[in-house]
Structure formats: C-alpha cells, structure tokens
C-alpha cells in the first residue's frame, strides 16, 4: 500500500531538479498514505513521488519496481493479491525469475510479457503507473472497482496526477478551487458523480479505466474492465459457489507480513468475512470497535460470533469527537471528499485501530452485490400503487397513494412499471423540493446523468440486478470506497473489501435479483442463508444498521452559532457562493438546523474544504496540516 503522484511533462521545464523537487512535494503531501519509506523517480519525460506503507516484503519491497534491463519501472498503490500465481506463470511461460517477495515486483514483467493489458490478469485493489522508457510513455490504470482512487489534471504545462487532490496541488501546478458547477450535485448525492470532482479541471479515472500519457498526443482514457455478464450458476449450485469464491477471495486478501485485523461489527457481512479470515489464518484477531453510544446488542452479537468461530476478539473504544472543532484536520484527510456522515466516525475507528494493526479487513460492497438497501425492493403498497398507476392511470392510482407519498413519489411510481431510475433516484438524493427550487440558478448539470446512464448500461439485467448494478458502479466508488480509502489511509492501515474481488462482482450479478431479496424485511437473502452455516442465528437474521453517526447531536442548538459564522459570515465561501436566503432558512431556528442536519453537514464540509486547501493556500497544498 501506498501513494504516488507524478509529473508528465508537455513543455520543458526549467530543469531535472525542478521536476525532482515537485515530484517530492507532492509525494509529502500524502506521507500519511506512506510513513515507512519514500522515493523520487526522475525520467527524461516524467517524475514521479512515492510513499510506502510497509505491508509485503518489508526489506526489499521498496518501489519503483523494474524490469530486467531497468526499461520499465511502475509504481503501486494497493495491492496484487494473486502475485504468487502470476510469478508462477511468468517462470513457467517466461522463464522469468521475480527478484524480490513484494507483489508489485510481477508488475514490470507482466507488461514487459503481455502488454498494456497486463493488469487483465491481476487480482487485486490498484492504481498503477508505469513508466516506459522504449516509447516514453506513461500508463494509469485504475482497479476494475474503484477501490483505490488516482486523479488526473491536464494543465498547460503538464499531465499531473497522484493518489490524493492534494498532491495535485502540492505540485504547484494545479490551483485549488472548487467547480461551482458541481455544487449541487455535491449537496444531491453526497459526492460528485462521474469523471469529475469538486475542483475546478481535475478528473479522476473511473474504476476499471486506464490513461496514456504520450509526448506530442493528447490523453487517451478507455475502459479496460467492465462489470461484465458471465453464466449463471445453476440455482442449486450457487450458493455452493458463493462459499467457494468468498472463502478463496479472504484467502488471497490474507497476504501480508504485518499483523492483520477483521473489522467485526455485530452484521453478518463483516461476520462471514471473520470466518472465512479464520479458516484462512487461525492467528487473525477480530476488532469490534465502540463508540459512547454504540448499540449494546451490536457488541453482543459481535462477541456471540467470535465465540462461535472461535476467533480471539478485542473491544476496542473510539471517542466520541467534537465535529465542528476537528472538521478542518478531517477535511485534510478528506480530501476530494465525500460529505456522508458516516466518514467522521469511520476515521475514528480507524485511529483506534491503528494502534494495533497495520491491514484491516471489511465487509463493504456486500450491500451492492447483494441487495441490502430498502430502495432495492418496493413494499407491497408502493407495489400496488404501481400496478394500479399502470392499469387505469393517475386517478385511481392517485387515490390509493392518497396523500401519504408526495408528488415526486407518485411520479416515481408511475414511472415504475418501466424504469426504476426515478424510484431509485428518491433513494440516492438528499436535497428536498424547496431546496432545489433555491438552488436551481445554480444547476450546470445534471446529477443523475451518471445513474441513468448505468440504468441504460445494466439494461439487459433483471430491474432488482439493474438497480445493484447502477449503485456498484456509482455510489460503491464515489461515495462509500472514498470513504473508505480516506479513513485507513488517514490512519496509516490498509483496508481491505474482500467482497469486491471482481470474481465475487461478476458472480453477484449473474444471480437473478429474486434470490437476493425476499419478504419486506429479508434483504441480502443468499447472504443470509451462507451465514446461516457458520454464524450466529440471531446474526444471520439480524436487520441491517447503518455506521453510526450523530450528526443531529453534532450539530446539536449549542452548535448554531458556530454553524451561522461558518455558513454566513463575511468571506466564507458557503456565503459568497450560495443563495443567503436559503441558507438563513436552514440556520434560522435550532428546529430548522435539526429538520436539515445533512444538508447543514455538507455545506459545512464543502465550506471546510475551501477554507483548508482554496484559502490557506500554499501551506494546505504542500501537506501541512491545519
């Protein structure tokens, strides 16, 4: 694990040391992704930094990797779990013996051998950049499912990437500002959809996308990995099959030479990922992590299937925090961030289990792949409001709805019978009519033009599989994988998803959506029925929590004057760039901040993100933490 930015030259610069000591800034603006080593790659068309976590090969392991003859050197961020299987194939093929134990040492030798399409076949969480020195190139490529992120900002001067925004702008090359364009989308969703980000000309690679960087040749991006279609298992096989892929997939996410750690929550998602790391290394230990208010039947689910798996467990206790005093350091981390409430406690997990271990396993994706948000399923009215919409049209259908669902779900409903996008769309957005009624001479795009194009992308699946399809290759990698990457790599640990091994991926959505949800409450049915096999009963029935957050209590009627200052005081940015009518609205009583709490939190998120990286200016862009 690690991090790396670089440095594609278009025009001359002053000089190699010029380059040397950009492509330095930027590696130390993102040390905290990387404390155990550190290095600086100059070539005669590009530079690049780099900052190791030390997790494989912690003697020799150091990067850039090369090839025989020193022709091609790559830099990795993540990790190649199947490197072992891929040595094997390149002695047996080849005759090429890899000189050291790291996993990215297979990397310049499987492009030297196959190509550009090498990372077809790499199992793994990466973002990778190789350095040709035949052709001068440069290669991003992007894990088939987002999990590690890279940025890309194509400046006059140069083709500017690396791991964080942050070190895109450490590279003095890349202003911090933000795109107001993508502000409404941002306040919509949580996280801005597609290509784009929060500042103003950077792009980030989409997951299972590459980039070539050629001197004379404008950027090339193409897709090298889709969630694609395979053969369905036969349905009295599938679970079977299911077991097998989970228990090869936590295997191969075992590789590491530090101690390693199960994110165990009192679910069965990270409950099954206990077992299956249990059976892989009897030594893993399991970190239930508490905060002050945290559910007292999570903890004992959590203690119930560590003694059921027979697997050592540790409680382990995160603070409760103080939101608004540490929004600026958690902005830092943040980075190209995610407003999901979620993020402020994630990272106090993850502090917490720092202290013990550098690798952490969890069971995100699981929800994705396996139906496990309300939104995959309409309940049995909603289902008749549907039918009854697309037999006899609004007026009977309207008055079943009755006023117990508001105009924009009833035109949800109607549009059912032929998309789920607008039904999913009331899902996945969190602004209110009023509040886009406000902000509507703001729009500059559409939020959902991302979802709607994966609707039309997942066409050709069940409407349930369609659904899941679309938040896999949106919400999973924009707002959720962000998160998540942030969190650990603010902590300095490493998290891992084995549930979003691409094998896994592909063997979710071959699976009709009918074995994924059952009655009103039975969602992440095939799920359930695995967990009945090793877990808990009472875990494997358990409904589903969300990650704790408190964000009413954070921004609680003690925090409104603080909440005021930050949003409609003189020269913030929330001030300058949005309606003040709307937002006195959101800060005029304590009742309002409570009724639009999520709202308020991303504003001050967004606002915090500018104050920390857009004013402080030089001081934020090289790395120095407020």
């Known amino acids: 694990m690690c991090g790396f930015a670089g440095i594609f030259p278009l025009v001359p610069f002053a000089s190699p040391e010029d380059l040397a000591a950009r492509a330095a800034a930027m590696a130390a603006s993102i040390a905290h992704r990387g404390p155990d080593a550190q290095s600086v790659l100059v070539e005669p068309f590009a530079a690049v930094g780099f900052r190791r976590l030390a997790i494989v090969d912690l003697v020799t392991g150091d990067q850039p990797v090369q090839n025989a003859d020193g022709s091609i050197q790559v830099f990795l961020n993540g990790e190649v779990y199947n490197h072992l299987e891929l040595r094997q194939r390149l002695r047996r093929e080849h005759g090429v013996e890899v000189a050291t134990g790291s996993d990215a040492a297979v990397l310049p030798h499987l492009y030297e ?74 306040l919509e969703l949580f996280y801005v959809p597609g290509r784009a980000t929060l500042c103003r000309g950077v792009e980030k690679l989409l997951p299972g996308e590459r980039l070539l960087l050629r001197d004379g040749a404008p950027p090339q991006r193409e897709r090298w990995w889709r969630l694609a279609d395979r053969r369905p298992p036969r349905d009295g096989e599938a679970l079977d099959e299911l077991d097998a892929l989970l228990a090869d997939a936590t295997r191969l996410q075992l590789m590491a030479d530090v101690p390693i750690g199960i994110s165990l929550s009192g679910g069965l998602d ?125 007026r009977l259908g309207g008055r079943l709805a009755g006023n117990r669902h508001p105009p924009a779900v009833r035109q949800a409903l109607r549009a059912f019978g032929h998309t789920r996008l607008p039904w999913h769309a009331l899902a996945m957005t969190h602004l209110r009519p009023a509040d886009r009624a406000a902000l509507q001479p703001l729009v500059r795009r559409d939020h959902l033009e991302e979802v709607a194009q994966a609707f039309v992308d997942g066409a050709h699946l069940d409407p349930r599989n369609q659904q899941l399809c679309v938040d896999a290759t949106t919400y999973l990698p924009h707002q959720l994988l962000s998160l998540l990457d942030r969190t650990t790599m ?75 200052e930050r949003l409609l005081g003189a020269g913030t940015f929330a001030a300058g760039a949005l309606p003040r009518p709307w937002l006195q609205s959101l800060l005029a009583t304590p009742e309002a901040a409570r009724d639009n709490a999520l709202t308020l939190h991303s504003l001050l998120v967004v606002d915090a993100w500018h104050r920390v990286f857009c004013r402080s200016g030089a001081a934020a862009a090289a790395g120095a933490r407020p």
């Open 113 to 186: 051998r196959y190509g550009p399409g090498f990372v077809d076949l790499c199992n793994g969480m990466f973002a990778i950049c190789v350095l040709d020195r035949r052709d001068q190139s440069c290669r991003l490529y992007r894990d088939r499912l987002g999990i590690k992120p890279l940025y890309v900002a194509a400046t006059p001067r140069a083709v500017v990437f690396g791991s964080e925004l942050k070190a895109l702008f450490a590279s003095g090359l890349v202003p911090p500002a933000v795109d107001e364009a993508q502000l409404v989308p941002f």
């Open 270 to 394: 990270s409950g099954l990922i206990a077992h299956y790391a249990h059976q892989g290394d009897a030594r893993v230990r399991a970190y239930t992590i508490a905060f002050p208010d945290t559910d007292p039947g999570e903890l004992a689910c959590a203690r119930r299937t560590a003694r059921q798996l027979g697997i050592e467990q540790m409680e382990l206790s995160a603070p409760a925090g103080d939101f608004l005093a540490d929004l600026d350091e958690t902005t830092f981390f943040n980075d190209e961030p995610v407003a999901d409430p979620a993020f402020y406690p994630a990272l106090l997990v993850a502090r917490a289990a720092a202290a013990h271990v550098k690798v952490l396993l969890a069971g995100s994706g699981a929800d994705e792949l396996f139906a496990g948000y309300g939104h995959y399923r309409l309940s049995a009215r909603q289902q008749a409001c549907r039918l009854l919409y697309l037999a006899f049209g609004d």
């Open 490 to 564: 603010g902590a300095s640990i490493e998290g891992r998803v084995p549930f979003l091994d691409h094998r896994v991926a592909e063997f979710a959505l071959a699976v009709h959506g009918r074995h994924k949800y059952g009655g009103a409450h039975e969602n992440k049915r095939m799920l359930r029925r695995l967990a009945a096999r090793y877990l808990p009963a009472e875990v494997a029935g358990r409904r589903k929590l969300g990650f704790p957050n408190s964000v009413a209590a954070w921004l609680g009627p003690d925090q409104l004057p603080a909440m005021r």
